[in-house]
């Protein structure tokens, strides 16, 4: 077989109905439009009008509130961080965000990183991040590492 010779399976695909190419094909002279009216002229979109009733999205009050100042971390856990260690892609010396980065423990730095404490780490790590649960680095203190907070 070769690249030339490929296609589909027979019924896999279907062409697409020509409209608006004479009577005889089935879809001729208004093109499946109907007649006169707004929607059978061309450039008309009437997205979400109802007729003038009030529209849906106007009768339905607004809810809830989007915080501009929330932040939001990429979250790191104990677990995680050992298994990255064990697989030899991070130094447990030296810990960063930046590092957190290079060896895909996580994909965005969003507005900081913030360790928590799922799992346990057993080898002595230091770590540098945005923020930290109260558990993660006492279970981090507790293997002989060290927890860094910046800013």
């Not at 439009?33 to 009733?53: I, L, P």
Request: hydrophobic fraction near 40%.
């Amino acid at each position: 077989m070769k690249l030339n010779e490929l296609k589909n399976n027979p019924g896999a695909t279907k062409d697409r109905i020509r409209v608006g190419r004479g009577i005889g094909s089935g879809k001729g002279k208004t093109g499946g439009r109907g007649v006169k009216g707004q929607k059978s002229r061309s450039g008309v979109a009437v997205n979400g009008f109802e007729g003038g009733q009030m529209p849906i999205y106007r009768r339905l009050p607004k809810r809830g509130f989007k915080n501009p100042f929330a932040v939001h971390f990429a979250v790191v856990n104990l677990d995680t961080i050992q298994k990255a260690i064990d697989a030899g892609k991070l130094d447990a010396a030296a810990i960063d965000v930046d590092a957190l980065l290079k060896s895909n423990v996580i994909s965005k730095k969003k507005d900081g990183v913030r360790l928590l404490a799922r799992g346990a780490v057993t080898s002595a790590v230091t770590i540098s991040v945005n923020s930290a649960s109260k558990a993660a680095v006492e279970a981090v203190e507790k293997a002989g590492g060290k927890v860094n907070i910046i800013a």
